[in-house]
């Protein structure tokens, strides 16, 4: 139990690290990952009023369609990253911050990324 703990507040502790530094404006949001072993998760949000202005996961686009084959992780997060992106230039948003809290930028990450740039966001 010792050794999950201090991992834990090691991975918090790069959470930390990093919001220290990033900050999000309604013109241009923090936009923040989350991994789950199952689905991807990310949001908008504007630190300023300290409002989340949109969201997209791997779980709503799977409910939305149902019994539509399983894609592969990356490729879930790619749409997710697309999705994002097309919602953020509908709502007026060109541009935000990316904050990949305590993730490398590597695999499911960066495929989030790159579907999040030709959904039409600039990062």
Do not use: C, W
Request: charged share 30%.
């Amino acid at each position: 139990m010792k050794a999950i703990k201090k991992l834990n507040q090691k991975r918090m502790r790069r959470v930390a690290r990093t919001r220290a530094v990033i900050s999000g404006t309604a013109t241009r949001p923090r936009l923040t990952v989350r991994r789950s072993n199952r689905y991807f998760y990310a949001q908008l949000v504007d630190d300023v009023k300290g409002n989340t202005l949109l969201s997209a996961s791997s779980f709503t686009i799977a409910k939305a369609a149902k019994g539509a084959a399983k894609e592969n992780k990356t490729a879930n997060a790619f749409s997710v990253g697309e999705l994002i992106g097309k919602k953020a230039t509908e709502k007026g948003i060109k541009s935000a911050v990316f904050d990949r809290r305590s993730y490398k930028f590597h695999g499911r990450v960066k495929s989030f990324v790159d579907g999040a740039k030709k959904g039409g966001l600039t990062i």
